[in-house]
């Protein structure tokens, strides 16, 4: 099937309402900016091309998403600008186009193919979704069954306001009635151009005009300040909750577990309640992450135990078998099979060996103020505890350290270093009251 189908992501607004110097479709929502998750959606539906519509702020964006073609609106006067600065560089004139939100990250893929699917029959097909409460989407205006006009909340009547369909945004447009947008007018309130009134123009034309109704309402949340940022986030959050008690993953209390979009899980996983997941976790097969635990950038695998109050940086591979415990931070370190760090202790840029037990209170020194060093444990040594290991350094194959060291130079296989002082024995006078 021919695809002449080219999405427009608007995002030049200046997202003033969010408060907050990083702009807004950079925010992140379940680990992932909000303009991450509107590409990968329009992706989905293969189009000829994705165009993001940004402002000068933005246009550094482009080395990022390479394979994207990019267009800057300045100044920004409205949805309707930008679709007009869209179709004055597009020479494709049999295109249609269908124009998306940056900052409507929930929007539902389903939704959007049947949009799709319904262009094809229609120049006009708009995205609406029942009233949740008292919002101040634009609303759509029907009268005798059919769509007749969008007016933004500010200009709409009391009328108008009582329990219609509100507008998502969501637009798609037949290649004729994308070229009706250029004559989009901006006498209104706020002197913009509203890519809204395409409906009216259409239907002055006679064009066939569409309202799809969302599944589900959630999804049309316009992210414009931290109060909708922060439901949608809790919107995902209970997605990818849900998804992964289905998958067989056992969590006593879900709501207080917080997961990111790419978390993978294998079978019989245990997660306590408290558990932040960050980018980037695979957990194994049999593994337990305990409440309270913090992990990112991190691969997890089978019969691991984690916590509780462990953190597990970026960089970290956990073998099969092996243990962090409480107040255990490990940072860019391989952790090999059957070895245990189960208290108070920091271990970075670290290769362990395999069944390694290390003792409460053990640092590997990484860090002199300027470079990082790494620090090699072989397998089967004993590091005890509160041990300062002064990296670069290696400890050799089945090695002890007494409590205590502080170790500087590299250990032996097979043998005992202990830089304790020894333990002195004064007698005491007998002392005066
Ligand atoms: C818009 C709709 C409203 C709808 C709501 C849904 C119009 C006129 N209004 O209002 O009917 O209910 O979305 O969330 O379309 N943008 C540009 N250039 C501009 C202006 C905006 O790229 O000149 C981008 C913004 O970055 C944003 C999107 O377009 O991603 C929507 O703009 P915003 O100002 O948030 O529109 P709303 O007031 O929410
Ligand atoms: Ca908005």
């Not at 165009?51 to 920004?76: C, R």
């Not at 135990?305 to 462990?310: E, L």
């Not at 097979?414 to 007698?427: D, F, G, V």
Request: proline fraction near 3%; glycine fraction near 8%; include cysteine.
């Amino acid at each position: 099937m021919a695809n002449n189908l080219q999405i427009l992501i608007l995002a030049a607004g200046k997202g003033t309402r969010m408060n907050s110097d990083l702009p807004k479709v950079l925010h992140k929502v379940i680990g992932i900016p909000m303009i991450d998750h509107v590409i990968g959606k329009a992706s989905l539906l293969r189009p000829k091309s994705i165009t993001i519509m940004v402002n000068k702020n933005l246009i550094f964006l482009k080395k990022k998403y390479l394979k994207l073609k990019f267009l800057i609106q300045e100044p920004q006067l409205g949805t309707a600008h930008a679709v007009q600065i869209f179709q004055k560089q597009n020479k494709d004139k049999n295109s249609k186009l269908l124009v998306l939100y940056a900052d409507n990250p929930l929007v539902n893929i389903d939704d959007l193919k049947k949009i799709k699917k319904e262009l094809n029959k229609n120049d006009v097909v708009i995205l609406g979704f029942e009233e949740m409460n008292n919002s101040s989407y634009g609303i759509i205006v029907e009268k005798k069954g059919s769509v007749d006009e969008i007016v933004e909340f500010k200009d709409a009547t009391k009328e108008q306001r009582k329990g219609q369909t509100c507008n998502s945004g969501i637009v798609a447009l037949s290649s004729r009635s994308l070229n009706l947008v250029s004559k989009i007018k901006n006498n209104n309130i706020k002197k913009e151009y509203y890519l809204t009134d395409i409906v009216k123009l259409s239907k002055k034309y006679n064009y066939k005009i569409k309202l799809v109704t969302a599944a589900d309402s959630k999804t049309a949340l316009g992210i414009n300040d931290m109060s909708e940022l922060g439901t949608a986030e809790q919107i995902m959050q209970n997605q990818l909750r849900k998804k992964a008690l289905k998958q067989g993953v056992r969590m006593i209390d879900p709501d207080t577990v917080y997961l990111s979009k790419d978390t993978t899980f294998g079978k019989n996983v245990t997660i306590e309640p408290f558990v932040v997941i960050g980018p980037k976790v695979k957990i194994g097969t049999g593994s337990i992450v305990r409440s309270f635990s913090h992990i990112e950038g991190a691969i997890i695998k089978n019969n691991v135990v984690v916590g509780p109050y462990a953190r597990i940086r970026p960089g970290t591979i956990l073998e099969n078998g092996s243990k962090v415990g409480n107040f255990v931070e490990v940072k860019n370190s391989k952790i090999n099979k059957n070895s245990k760090i189960n208290h108070l202790s920091y271990i970075g840029d670290t290769n362990m060996g395999e069944s390694v037990n290390i003792g409460a209170g053990t640092i590997t020194c990484n860090y002199d103020g300027v470079k990082k060093y790494k620090t090699t444990i072989k397998s089967k040594s004993f590091i005890g505890s509160n041990t300062s290991l002064i990296a670069p350094v290696v400890i050799g194959k089945s090695s002890i350290v007494g409590a205590g060291s502080v170790i500087t130079k590299n250990v032996e296989d097979n043998s005992l270093a202990l830089t304790r002082p020894e333990q002195k024995k004064i007698k005491l006078k007998k002392r005066k009251k």
